[in-house]
């Protein structure tokens, strides 16, 4: 209710500041004239007090452009004068039979509402106004001239009624700015209620101190050890988007200092016309405002200069060159494949390479793969070990020897009813695995693509896992943009890939809401996945064991144990997985399904 009272108020001042605006152009009317106008007759004032508001009436209600019905409220709104003015406007140019009204109550005020125009009788009134004030003008001057008044004085009292009306005009202007500027403010109970909603918010983004710890535990010693992309490519491009930005850079100081000399110019034509025009201390007062006006502007302008004086700093971001053979046609454009191509030999598109900058050491780090040192694991039961790994057919191997797992992860070669550089698992074989042996309670990160999306979620019930997440892998290619040649996808080019999470029983001391669902990473080889993915696993379960199946030589991983037909050999380093594997297969022959088989029977 409160707040009902203060627009109400708000508004009656509004309203009393538009009257005192007309009573100031009524005032610059008569200095104007230098006739005393005739107070007894309101009528009269209303008419004569300021023309211009009748002509903006005019010009409303014959414009081609007009919607009818409007109401007097909106041409006040429109026009800023007094709804008493705009009623007895409108009430006069009813009489004359340019326009047909009737009575309305808008608010608590009465008015008018227009219903029907003649926009040709409304033109011919409006051309009288124009010619009555234009013969009203000349005469006066002429009295003037006639009564021995000098034109000198004249035009010094014009400049001068000019310079006030122009100054009580800003003044008004700026109260109703002011007003404006009141309105738009919010209430306090509007005020409070953001403050509690801010409040909570900050509640609930706040992370707790078992999150700041777990994050803490797995931040990066030493900082990054990466380097950003330039998003020009390479460094010709670079220089040539650097070259465009100085310059454009150059062109707006010229233009904001051929800006600064008009505004010098104009401000000095203002002061000369504001000394003759004024002599008393609000002229002062204007002419100290606008030096100091502009001295601002002139100190802001030097700012920006100094800011963009320092925007030429050489780029430090990691760029491509072009790698450029005897047979490539550099106006073929870039490979859709680029590092992936499986011609690069003799592709006559152009490929890229990245080009390193001096400081940076390309040295690669050694690799710690597989040291065979020991190390404890943050749960105390659990020793982590360097990679290990079993060359196997997954159809045919036992999977019970190997224990059980808190983090199973797979990249089967899912039957996509597609041509693949690889072999292929039929849909029953893969609902055959022994994967359930590997788990009672855990996570299981399973790979998917095409028709496997489906297939997937089958195999992933029958293994006894409960899907609850998924992971999605934007791929991109050399050149840090999106892939949109896949190789993959009977309808649309395949530029993702989607990694489901199942979860087993009620697994405990799971980091969660640590890493986010997408990862954008590069693509290499074929079914090579992004080494991100193991970040995220580790940070979700630390020092715990993992298993990967199907996995390649370049999966190997410290503290996971990793499966497929492609490896080299067997490397085991868990004495009791050793002891329970020789147990199993003392020949280690755990490729066929003849050998499983006899080594099954002489146990």
């Known amino acids: 209710m409160a707040d009902a009272w203060d627009i109400k108020s708000l508004k009656t001042k509004r309203n009393t500041l538009r009257e005192k605006l007309e009573k100031r152009k009524k005032e610059r009317f008569e200095i104007l004239s230098d006739k005393q106008e005739d107070q007894t007759n309101p009528k009269k004032e209303l008419v004569e007090a300021d023309v211009e508001v009748q002509k903006a009436v005019l010009q409303i209600l014959s414009a081609s452009t007009l919607v009818l019905p409007i109401v007097s409220t909106q041409i006040v709104d429109k026009v800023g004068g007094t709804m008493e003015m705009v009623n007895f406007i409108l009430g006069k140019l009813a009489n004359q039979g340019a326009i047909g009204i009737r009575n309305v ?3 608590t005020e009465a008015g008018y509402e227009v219903i029907s125009v003649q926009t040709k009788e409304l033109l011919e009134i409006y051309d009288d106004v124009n010619d009555s004030c234009e013969h009203k003008e000349d005469a006066d001057v002429k009295r003037k001239l006639d009564d021995g008044q000098d034109v000198e004085d004249v035009q010094r009292k014009q400049l001068k009624v000019d310079a006030n009306s122009g100054r009580k005009e800003s003044t008004s202007l700026d109260a109703s700015d002011d007003i404006m500027m009141l ?11 953001k403050q509690v909603g801010e409040e909570i918010l900050e509640l609930l983004t706040k992370p707790t101190a078992k999150e700041r710890s777990v994050a803490e535990k797995f931040k990066s010693h030493g900082g990054a050890q990466v380097m950003e992309f330039c998003s020009h490519g390479t460094k010709v491009e670079c220089l040539k988007a650097q070259q465009v930005a100085n310059e454009m850079a150059a062109k707006k100081k010229l233009e904001r200092r051929e800006e600064k000399e008009l505004r010098t110019a104009a401000e000095t034509t203002t002061k000369i016309t504001t000394k003759i025009a004024t002599d008393d201390a609000e002229d002062g007062e204007i002419l100290v405002e606008t030096l100091n006006n502009c001295e601002a502007g002139e100190s802001q302008e030097s700012t920006d200069d100094s800011e963009s004086s320092g925007d030429t700093d ?3 971001k990691l760029h491509f060159k072009k790698i450029i053979q005897s047979h490539t046609d550099e106006s073929l454009g870039d490979c859709s494949f680029l590092n992936t191509c499986f011609h690069m030999a003799t592709c006559k598109y152009v490929h890229y390479e990245v080009d390193t900058l001096p400081h940076i050491n390309t040295n690669k780090p050694t690799d710690v793969k597989t040291k065979l040192s020991l190390k ?7 020793t982590l070990y360097p990679p290990q790994w079993i060359q196997c057919d997954l159809r045919f191997l036992d999977m019970t020897v190997l224990g059980k797992f808190a983090v199973v992860m797979a990249d089967p070669p ?16 893969m609902r055959a695995l022994g994967i359930p042996a590997l788990q009672e309670e855990g996570l299981i990160f399973l790979w998917v693509t095409g028709r496997a999306m489906e297939l997937g979620r089958d195999c992933l019930k029958l293994w006894g896992y409960e899907r609850v997440d998924e992971l999605i892998w934007v791929k991109t290619n050399q050149l840090q943009r999106i892939i949109r040649t896949g190789r993959t996808g009977h309808w649309l080019n395949h530029g993702k890939e989607h990694c489901l999470v199942g979860m087993k029983g009620n697994p405990t001391n799971l980091n969660r809401g640590l890493d986010c669902d997408v990862i954008v990473a590069e693509v290499r080889a074929t079914s090579h996945k992004p080494d991100e993915i193991y970040g995220i696993i580790e940070r979700l379960s630390p020092g715990t064991r993992k298993i990967e199946l199907f996995g390649r030589p370049h999966n190997i991983q410290p503290n996971w144990i990793t499966l497929g037909n492609q490896l080299d050999g067997i490397r085991l380093v868990d004495p009791e997985l050793i002891t329970q594997f020789q147990k199993r297969y003392p020949d280690g022959n755990c490729m066929s399904p003849t050998s499983a088989a006899s080594n099954a029977i002489k146990n």
């Open 414 to 429: 899912w039957d996509i009813h597609m041509e693949l550089p690889y072999g292929t698992m039929s849909d029953d074989e």
């Open 105 to 107: 109550t808008i608010g």
């Open 314 to 316: 050489k780029c430090t």
């Open 376 to 382: 404890r694991s943050i749960d105390s039961s659990c």
């Open 183 to 193: 309105l738009s403010l919010p209430s306090t109970r509007e005020k409070q209620s």
